[in-house]
């Protein structure tokens, strides 16, 4: 088993529509919790970072954590053809900030 | 310059040549990292180094050598490549590796094409 899998899409929705992206892990030791996002041809971008479990809103974007069942998501409320580009999760154990798991990440394209 | 920096941001390579990949990072950080991104595939950690020591080197193959001369550069030096080392080698720093969960910010990234 992989230690994280992801959806490698791609995923196209309409503009407007909600966006739900997913991760699941197997390590219940992980602590921290990250998206990134990717455009085309540039490196990925920190969007949300959680600790633990539980939800965290900003802007447009919800990230939900729920250790228990070792899965995470990514919300994106309204989208924008700009938001089109590739999500990656990431993953890493309290105290050894180097230790990031990503994802294989999730290509979305928002159509106009 | 702001950020994070990779030069080049394309690199086409025979077998036999030797190249390096450079970055730079002008945010203060004290760790950098270099990954390797394949199609469809994560990103792979290749090496850390925090306050210029190494502190991570995940079983890469010797034909890829870092080189870290102080916290804002890091170099990847490579010779005899294989065609399969052909990725987007991205660069990355944080603020240290002591704590965890805290933001690594990424270059653009080189493409690297070995013939």
């Known amino acids: 088993q992989k230690e994280v899998e992801q959806d490698p899409g791609p995923l196209s929705v309409p503009e407007g529509a909600i966006v739900s992206l997913n991760c699941t892990y197997s390590n219940s030791a992980f602590q921290y919790f990250m998206w990134y996002r990717q455009y085309s041809r540039k490196g990925p971008e920190l969007l949300m970072y959680t600790y633990s479990s539980g939800n965290k809103e900003d802007g447009r974007f919800t990230a939900q954590v729920d250790k228990s069942s070792k899965y995470i998501s990514l919300f994106i409320r309204d989208s924008q053809p700009s938001d089109s580009a590739t999500y990656l999760c990431a993953m890493s154990v309290g105290n050894y900030g180097q230790n990031f798991v990503f994802g294989p990440g999730t290509r979305l394209s928002v159509l106009p | 310059e702001t950020g994070v920096t990779q030069t080049p941001r394309h690199l086409v390579m025979g077998m036999t040549n030797k190249k390096s990949l450079k970055c730079e990072q002008h945010?203060?950080?004290?760790?950098m990292y270099w990954y390797k991104q394949s199609a469809k595939k994560p990103l792979e950690l290749m090496f850390v180094?925090?306050?210029?020591?190494?502190?991570e080197n995940n079983s890469v193959p010797s034909r890829f050598s870092p080189e870290c001369p102080n916290s804002s550069h890091l170099f990847l030096h490579l010779h005899t490549l294989q065609p399969e080392d052909s990725a987007l080698y991205l660069c990355?720093?944080?603020?240290?590796?002591?704590?965890?969960?805290?933001?690594?910010?990424f270059g653009p990234g080189t493409r690297l094409t070995v013939l």
């Open positions: 990355a720093s944080s603020q240290d590796t002591e704590r965890g969960g805290n933001e690594q910010f």
């Open positions: 945010l203060g950080h004290n760790a």
């Open positions: 180094y925090n306050f210029k020591e190494q502190t």
